[in-house]
């Protein structure tokens, strides 16, 4: 296995581009491959081991894909599987968004129950019950779900859950809905830049979305979705990341390629804490032009503060003078990076769903273990900010989600080198 060794303390210069986003790749890839009936290319397609994940999911069912450069070819077939296995589905949750779009286009699927993860148990009732609302029969058997419903026939439905409106659940609801018979209301939808993102690539399939970007969508079915050309958008989880990086190394970064409507409460947090951030239409230079101070943060669904920029913005404040406390909503078991983060001499207290930060002058390197994408990220982050040698393990968890991270922030001015584990007996 690869770990990243990262040598600090450096300090990040220069401008650094923003990838696609992955949230948004993977349920447009999957109405592509399942709900087309012709090809659709892709562009702005990171290079991560969740889109070859997921590649192979939609293969499985019979699609054909070819990734060339950052565009991504999707082929559906007349002849789809319906079955998706737990050999892959285990691989990423994420494959659950095949479940909707099958059941509309097959009227059946058989798709493995997703586990839960380090990040909680992550339940997928939402779907379940969304679908049901579509007039499908579900079931759960022996680690599989299996959906059925000869025509899927439009509803209104609250979808919302004890811990908010669930992303994956209302792409799939919504993915299902366009080829449903009549008018479908989600209320209580997500909002995310990646569920907006979907719902025009599937408008431009010939969909007919409309509320796009609130908590009410209203979809009225089709009866075909054609393939169409889309350009993914920027990630805004690795443009925070990239910009938490820049604030903890005290750098001077341009981030390039993103908006600021992308992340609204990361910006504003960034700047309550005493971070600079400049926008222009093609980005955001980042400075820290005075000593970071502790904030209050509560993560919630969009446009609240992400939980998948938590970690990283527990990173910059540890190095944040006085008292910061985090709040987590979303995911009920998201702090395993604080114990990483104290190893390299953080001064971090969790409460359950509460973490407390009292700032520190300085991180010192460690060996440290990546629990999650995320945490892998800010442990990254940390090390390039800190003292010394850090070595972060289970670098797999990064390259779900960052593309060639390491390369990125080694262009401007990072010091990190991806070894394999076994260099240490070389
Ligand atoms: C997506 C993102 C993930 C991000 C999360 C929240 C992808 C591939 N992943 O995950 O990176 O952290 O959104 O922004 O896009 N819930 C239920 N029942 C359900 C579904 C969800 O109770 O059926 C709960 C979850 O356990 C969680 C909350 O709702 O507490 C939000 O989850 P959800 O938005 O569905 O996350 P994902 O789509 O899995």
Redesign the pocket.
């Known amino acids: 296995m690869e770990q990243l060794i990262v040598n600090g303390p450096t300090r990040l210069e220069g401008t650094i581009p923003v990838s696609g986003c992955?949230?948004a790749v993977?349920p447009i890839a999957v109405a592509a491959a399942i709900l087309g009936d012709s090809v659709s290319v892709l562009r702005n397609v990171p290079d991560l081991t969740d889109v070859a994940t997921l590649r192979a999911v939609l293969e499985g069912l019979g699609a054909a894909t070819k990734l060339k450069g950052s565009t991504l070819y999707i082929q559906p077939v007349n002849h789809l599987e319906y079955e998706a296995p737990y050999e892959l589905v285990r691989k990423m949750?994420?494959s659950i968004y095949v479940l909707g779009p099958l059941v509309a286009k097959l009227g059946r699927a058989k798709v493995s129950f997703p586990g839960g993860c380090a990040?909680?148990?992550?339940?997928?009732?939402?779907?379940?019950r969304g679908l049901e609302h579509l007039g499908a029969q579900v079931q759960v058997q022996q680690g599989y779900i299996y959906a059925q419903a000869p025509r899927l026939v439009g509803t209104e439905m609250y979808l919302t859950?004890?811990?908010?409106?669930?992303?994956?659940?209302t792409?799939n609801v919504m993915m299902a809905a366009t080829l449903a018979e009549g008018t479908t209301v989600i209320r209580g939808a997500?909002r995310?830049p990646?569920v907006s993102d979907l719902a025009r690539f599937l408008n431009a399939m010939g969909a007919n979305i409309e509320g796009i970007g609130t908590p009410m969508l209203t979809i009225h079915g089709v009866k075909h979705l054609r393939g169409t050309e889309h350009t993914v958008i920027s990630d805004d989880i690795e443009a925070g990341t990239f910009m938490a990086a820049a604030a903890i190394t005290k750098g001077d970064v341009y981030v390039k390629g993103i908006t600021a409507a992308q992340l609204p409460a990361v910006s504003d947090k960034l700047t309550e804490a005493g971070v600079a951030l400049d926008w222009d239409d093609g980005g955001v230079r980042v400075t820290t032009p005075r000593p970071l101070s502790g904030i209050d943060v509560t993560t919630s669904?969009f446009p609240e503060f992400?939980?998948?920029m938590q970690a990283q913005i527990m990173g910059l404040l540890c190095l944040a003078s006085g008292t910061s406390t985090i709040t987590e909503k979303?995911?009920?078991d998201r702090f395993i990076h604080a114990a990483e983060l104290n190893r390299m001499g953080a001064n971090i207290a969790l409460d359950g769903r509460r973490a407390v930060i009292h700032g520190v002058s300085s991180l010192s390197g460690a060996p440290v273990m990546a629990s999650d994408l995320r945490a892998g990220a800010v442990l990254v982050a940390a090390g390039m900010a800190a003292m010394g040698e850090t070595v972060v393990s289970r670098v797999y968890h990064i390259d779900r989600g960052y593309e060639s991270m390491e390369k990125k922030l080694n262009r401007i001015g990072a010091n990190i080198l991806r070894v394999n584990d076994s260099w240490e007996e070389m």
């Open positions: 992955k949230n993977l949750r994420a990040i909680g148990p992550r339940p997928i009732d939402l779907h379940i859950g004890q811990y908010g409106p669930s992303v994956g659940a792409a997500a995310e990646h669904p992400p939980t998948d979303v995911h009920t």
